[in-house]
């Protein structure tokens, strides 16, 4: 199993993989836009034959202290638009290697504070690996966060050397 960088030549087998896999679906644009405005926060994973089994598709966020407050810092942190892989490469520890490099990026590159992400309230698995392998808490629920209004786990992640 090889994993490595995301590049454009990669969308269309991640995307297809987002299709078949999860329920929320984004624009080849959105894919493009990530891949050309953050290259090392996403990541690929490979089989023996090159196919793309699993990713991860990351951003860069930065938020201000105080909205009103020209004068505050910003806070840059990580957001995990997507991850997932194919369910014959499942139970591996591919998700928890892609989540882990993206991590790894967003500090060395971007100097991240902390990572984000949503999750569906009712996927006990990625709620596990989220906050049992990585570490992850829960912030807030979204209420009626997805299209189908499932609620959404609002996680976050401290980042930094001790992690």
Do not use: C
Request: proline share 1%; net charge neutral.
């Amino acid at each position: 199993m090889n994993i490595r960088l995301a590049k454009a030549d990669d969308l269309l087998a991640m995307q297809a993989a987002n299709l078949q896999n999860l329920p929320e679906n984004y624009s080849l644009q959105l894919w493009m836009y990530h891949i050309i405005t953050w290259p090392q926060l996403s990541f690929v994973a490979e089989d023996h034959k090159g196919r793309i089994v699993g990713y991860v598709l990351a951003k860069i966020d930065e938020e201000k202290d105080n909205e009103d407050d020209a004068s505050t810092a910003t806070h840059t942190h990580g957001h995990i638009n997507s991850i997932s892989v194919m369910r014959s490469y499942r139970r591996l520890g591919l998700a928890k290697k892609l989540m882990l490099l993206s991590q790894e990026a967003m500090i060395a590159i971007y100097r991240a504070s902390f990572v984000s992400l949503h999750v569906r309230q009712s996927n006990k698995a990625a709620i596990s690996l989220y906050r049992d392998a990585l570490g992850f808490a829960v912030k807030k629920v979204e209420t009626g966060y997805y299209a189908d209004k499932e609620d959404a786990l609002s996680m976050q992640l401290t980042l930094g050397s001790n992690h």
